[in-house]
Every structure is written in structure tokens, then in C-alpha cells.
């Protein structure tokens, strides 16, 4: 399967300890997105990487809140001091730049990690 | 913050008959698209459409996009059951590359 793959599928975790999630993109991407999304709404924008650079980090990327995409390959999200707010779904997407001018730049996420904050 | 909202928050309809939701928006966009999601999974994205465009269809789905009064709408004719789902705009804020804007999603459950 060739899609957007993210480990673990749920993670509990009690409230302080620390998470990290993965995010492997579709292989020729180079843009990676991380978004959030609580019960009953959409997904959130959270971070953008294009390559190995950050780009672009949402106001709802707290200081608790790191992402790190080392080679322009896959990616990690990491929670410091997990808080019962944080318990959310974790999304992460791909995509690569279309080749008209302002690009199609469909993203094409993965199934999603499923944080439990106890 | 979101951008789109989508209308209705949820419908209902049985199976063969068609399914309209709407998405409206509030900045000029590069384009937008629709995804849909079951009960707890990631997205799949179904179509996108350019704002240069007015319609597009794909299969069983027409989306209109009128970039005057920005807004969306999508079409699913002759629904089944596994079309039940969530289904969101999103744009992209005139900028090609960056953060998808999500609205709250319409949930339609279709039966048999």
C-alpha cells in the first residue's frame, strides 16, 4: 500500500506524560501537514513541512507541541505534558506541488492517530 | 479557525434517492475540494475543483463552485449505504501549498 501510513492507530496515555506519533507520507511527496480534529469538527491545521523545513505552525501548535521531519521523509509529532485537551484525533497528510502554476496540491491523508488523555 | 461551513449538519435520506450539501467560504481561494470521512477514520479525498472552474463531475459526484458568492455545493446521485459519512469542504486560502480550511462536516447517513 503505497497512502499516508501514521503509528499507533490509539494511543492512551495519562495526563502529563509525553507522546509521539509518526507520520510516513506517500513517497514522492514532499509536503507534509499536521492537523487535529476533536469530535464533531473538521480538522485543524497544526503544522506544514516542505522538505525537511517547517514552514508554517498553527496558534494551536503550543510550545508543548513539536514536530520534527528530519530527512524530507517521515514525520513526528510530540506532545510534552499531555493535557485532557489534547485528546484528540491526529492527522497527518501529504502532498506534492501540481505542476499548473498555484499547483492542485491535493493532500492525501493517512488514517489518523487517536489520543486518549486520561 | 474555520473557514467553510457546510449546510446542512446532517441529512437523511434512503437509498436511490440524491444527497445536495453546501459549503460556503469566506476568503477568494486557489481552489477547493471535498473529502469524506467515516466514523473514525482519515479522510479520502473525492474531487477537487479550481476556482476557475464552475462544475466538475466524478462518477456518481457533481460539485459547483460559484467563487461570486463562495460557496460550494456537492451532489451525490442514486445514494447507497457506504455513501453514509461525513463530508467536508475545504480550501485553501488562496495559496497553493499550505493549510487545508476545514469546515464542520455534513454527516449523511443513507438507508436502506
Known amino acids: 500500500d503505497t497512502g499516508v501510513s501514521q503509528d499507533p492507530r490509539h494511543k492512551i496515555t495519562k495526563r502529563g506524560q509525553n507522546v509521539t506519533f509518526r507520520c510516513d507520507p506517500i513517497?514522492?511527496?514532499?509536503?507534509l501537514y499536521w492537523y487535529r480534529q476533536t469530535l464533531g469538527q473538521g480538522p485543524e491545521f497544526l503544522t506544514y513541512?516542505?522538505?525537511?523545513?517547517?514552514?508554517?505552525k498553527s496558534r494551536l501548535l503550543s510550545d508543548r507541541f513539536s514536530a520534527e521531519r528530519p530527512k524530507g521523509s517521515f514525520s513526528t509529532l510530540e506532545i510534552q505534558r499531555t493535557e485532557q485537551g489534547d485528546s484528540a484525533m491526529y492527522l497527518c497528510?501529504?502532498?506534492?506541488?501540481?505542476?499548473?502554476?498555484?499547483?492542485?496540491?491535493?493532500?492525501?491523508f493517512g488514517p489518523g492517530t487517536r489520543l486518549t488523555v486520561l | 479557525s474555520q473557514q467553510g461551513e457546510e449546510d446542512p449538519q446532517a441529512l437523511s435520506i434512503q437509498e436511490g434517492e440524491n444527497a445536495t450539501m453546501n459549503c460556503s467560504y469566506k476568503t477568494s481561494i486557489n481552489n477547493l475540494q471535498w473529502y469524506r470521512q467515516n466514523s473514525g477514520r482519515g479522510l479520502v479525498h473525492l474531487i477537487l475543483?479550481?476556482?476557475?472552474?464552475r462544475e466538475k463531475h466524478s462518477g456518481r459526484l457533481r460539485v459547483t463552485l460559484d467563487t461570486s458568492k463562495k460557496s460550494s455545493s456537492l451532489l451525490i446521485t442514486a445514494s447507497r449505504a457506504a455513501d453514509t459519512a461525513s463530508y467536508f469542504c475545504?480550501?485553501?486560502?488562496?495559496?497553493?501549498?499550505?493549510?487545508?480550511?476545514f469546515g464542520k462536516g455534513t454527516t449523511l447517513s443513507v438507508s436502506s
Open positions: 475545504a480550501t485553501d486560502a488562496n495559496q497553493a501549498g499550505t493549510a487545508l480550511i
Open positions: 497528510a501529504s502532498s506534492s506541488p501540481g505542476v499548473l502554476a498555484g499547483g492542485t496540491d491535493t493532500q492525501y
Open positions: 475543483i479550481r476556482s476557475n472552474e
Open positions: 513541512f516542505q522538505n525537511e523545513a517547517q514552514l508554517e
Open positions: 513517497s514522492e511527496h514532499n509536503r
